[in-house]
């Protein structure tokens, strides 16, 4: 049976428009984030679905209430944020030239982030939560939703469960943007269906 997914990234904050990694510190949305979402939704980039799961952000739930305003929405807390301790609120810029942080992602064995999550555990959870999705699609009679989440949540997605699967990929994805995914619950595996961005 094939299941489908519309994985799209909260709408920009200042802080995200700013370079900022957020993780568990919270923002509103910009009021050019929410205007191009308003834009993206008139243009129907993003398909109808039955259902809408998100993390517990404000910037998620106001990504939710732009795009699918009509559309009931279930929180799901394991679509949370990366939490980067002491790193939250750094530029991408300001944590890649750090050597503390540098020598961390040299480890084999990545140990929680300057007092945050543990890769592994991050990791674990967003599988945890795509497949809990698809269960309760499956047994709801769901056959399409939308996920509006985190960037590296979706990235952590994309790398599990793509076939074929990629070693690296830098996705770059926007804020707004995503993939349309199918599932196929036989092969446990997921593929591209839609790039929101083209």
């Not at 994805?173 to 036989?186: D, E």
Request: hydrophobic letters at 30%.
């Amino acid at each position: 049976m094939i299941v489908y997914a519309a994985l799209i990234r909260n709408g920009e904050t200042q802080g995200e428009k700013d370079g900022k990694h957020l993780g568990p510190l919270d923002e509103d949305l910009s009021p050019g984030g929410k205007k191009e979402l308003e834009k993206r939704a008139r243009e129907r980039i993003y398909p109808d679905v039955e259902l809408v799961y998100t993390g517990e952000t404000r910037r998620c739930f106001q990504t939710v209430e732009t795009i699918y305003p009509l559309t009931p929405a279930v929180l799901l807390k394991e679509l949370a944020p990366f939490d980067m301790g002491g790193y939250n609120s750094r530029t991408y810029h300001s944590i890649r030239v750090d050597e503390q942080f540098n020598r961390w992602a040299e480890q084999s064995d990545l140990e929680p982030l300057g007092g945050g999550e543990s890769p592994h555990k991050f990791h674990a959870r967003c599988r945890t939560a795509y497949l809990q999705i698809v269960e309760e699609m499956l047994s709801k009679g769901l056959e399409i939703v939308a996920v509006v989440t985190h960037r590296l949540v979706m990235e952590s997605i994309l790398q599990r469960f793509l076939s074929p699967a990629y070693k690296y990929k830098n996705w770059n994805i926007q804020n707004g943007g995503g993939y349309l995914l199918s599932y196929n619950t036989g092969e446990k595996t997921a593929k591209i269906e839609k790039d929101f961005e083209k």
